[in-house]
T-cell receptor, first 113, second 114 residues
């Protein structure tokens, strides 16, 4: 099964509302990242939070990490129609020197104008 | 500077033909990855390069898939005897040193096998 699993699978909100997306994972991590994807093309990195951090901000984005619950949340405040995209969380599955990111299946966010 | 580039953007091929997909990572990035994404699905890890060597090939779905990287830069993903189930978007990403760092993605190659 996926290391990172996002919840909900799909989210539809009105412009101006806040969007909260969650990610749960199974094994210990060094960091967790959130990415955004428009129209099935390349992903764009949004934010990285390390295992010793609890909260991080970047513009309208706020990410929290709870390592005891093995979960993270991404909050987008004052959403805009342009925020419509798929959002993925990714965790590192460090196994010695060959660490790699494992991506979840993504959350489809629709922001209605 | 330039980001990750991939070519071609789109590829339509007939079942049974071979295809080559190319990835140019960001200059100086030593780590390079290939992923596959089927319609509406998440990213499926295929292979990871550190320099020219591939310490993790665990995601390659069959022996029809192979990849190489030369000069610590350009990478080519080759699919032999393509099947319809190979139809997907193939994404390449690079990172500065380690796989768990921020990855920078290319726009992808959309492959359609008829």
């Amino acid at each position: 099964s996926q290391q990172g699993e996002e919840d909900p699978q799909a989210l539809s909100i009105q412009e101006g509302e806040n969007a909260t997306m969650n990610c749960s994972y199974k094994t210990s991590i060094n960091n967790l990242q959130w990415y955004r994807q428009n129209s099935g093309r390349g992903l764009v990195h949004l934010i990285l939070i390390r295992s010793n951090e609890r909260e991080k901000h970047s513009g309208r984005l706020r990410v929290t990490l709870d390592t005891s619950k093995k979960s993270s949340s991404l909050l987008i405040t004052a959403s805009r129609a342009a925020d419509t995209a798929s959002y993925f969380c990714a965790t590192d599955a460090q196994t010695g020197a060959n660490s790699k990111l494992t991506f979840g299946k993504g959350i489809t966010l629709s922001v209605r104008p | 500077g330039a980001g990750v580039s991939q070519s071609p953007s789109n590829k339509v091929t007939e079942k049974g033909k071979d295809v080559e997909l190319r990835c140019d990572p960001i200059s100086g990035h030593t780590a390079l990855y290939w992923y596959r994404q089927s319609l509406g699905q998440g990213l499926e890890f295929l292979i990871y390069f550190q320099g020219n060597s591939a310490p993790d090939k665990s995601g390659l779905p069959s022996d029809r898939f192979s990849a190489e990287r030369t000069g610590g830069s350009v990478s080519t993903l080759t699919i032999q005897r393509t099947q319809q189930e190979d139809s997907a978007v193939y994404l390449c990403a690079s990172s500065l040193v380690r796989a768990s760092e921020t990855q920078y993605f290319g726009p992808g190659t959309r492959l359609l096998v008829l």
